[in-house]
């Protein structure tokens, strides 16, 4: 299994709902990212996970909620979002390597979010 | 400024074209991405270099560590081949990726 599978695929939300976006590879890879990607836009990193643990969060709403229950697994857990945070969400995964850190990148096909 | 540059933002082809794309970035990297993305769609990772080039198919990347410059070359375009292309620069251990702004190719039957 060579994919990083991501669902749903789409979601059309409302502000006060509170809705969770999964993450998942079976690659052993051990840091996993979630990315925010307005349109015509790069993406813009949003969360590290290193080893099932919050490596980087870069100052993003509390909103939104990550958690990475185990070394497959991330969720992004969303409430009480504004229509500003509809976008296409990224997850990606990476391996790693003693002394060079992580490397490689493996990406999802995305959740495409509107939060009406 | 932004640390990675592209050019050119958009491209247009005629089918079987040579087409390049370019990046360069005034960072220190561990190693350079190119990516591939469809409209609406999530992206793929074509290559990943630290040094000299790659080549998989009708795509080839190289990149010039001294000169802070990359390049993605498509021989023999065809219209499946219209996408964004991206440039990202890795900065960090923690994998942590610097993209480019992107460059939008259109090839045409």
């Known amino acids: 299994d060579t994919e990083v599978t991501q669902t749903p695929k789409h979601l059309v939300m409302g502000m006060t709902n509170k809705k969770s976006l999964k993450c998942e590879q079976h690659?052993?890879?051990?840091?996993m990212y979630w990315y925010k990607q307005k349109a015509k836009k790069p993406p813009e990193l949003m969360f590290v996970y290193s080893y099932e643990k919050l490596s980087i969060n870069e100052s993003v709403p509390s909103r939104f909620s990550p958690e990475c229950p185990n070394s497959s697994l991330l969720n992004l857990h969303l409430h009480a979002l504004q229509p500003e945070d509809s976008a296409l969400y990224l997850c990606?995964?990476?391996?790693?390597?003693?002394?060079?850190?992580?490397?490689?990148?493996?990406f999802g096909s995305g959740t495409r979010l509107t939060v009406v | 400024k932004n640390e990675v540059e592209q050019s050119p933002q958009n491209l247009t082809a005629q089918e079987g074209e040579f087409i390049t794309i370019n990046c360069s970035y005034s960072v220190g990297i561990s190693a350079l991405h190119w990516l591939q993305q469809h409209p609406g769609g999530g992206i793929v990772s074509l290559f990943m270099?630290?040094?000299g080039k790659k080549k998989h198919g009708r795509l080839i990347a190289t990149i010039n560590i001294q000169e802070k410059h990359s390049s993605l070359h498509i021989t023999a375009s065809h219209p499946r081949d219209s996408a964004v292309y991206i440039c990202a620069v890795r900065l960090d251990s923690w994998g942590k990726l610097q993209f480019g702004a992107g460059t939008q190719v259109v090839v045409t039957p």
């Open positions: 270099l630290s040094s």
């Open positions: 690659m052993g890879h051990r840091a």
């Open positions: 990606a995964s990476s391996h790693s390597r003693p002394g060079r850190g992580f490397y490689g990148y493996t």
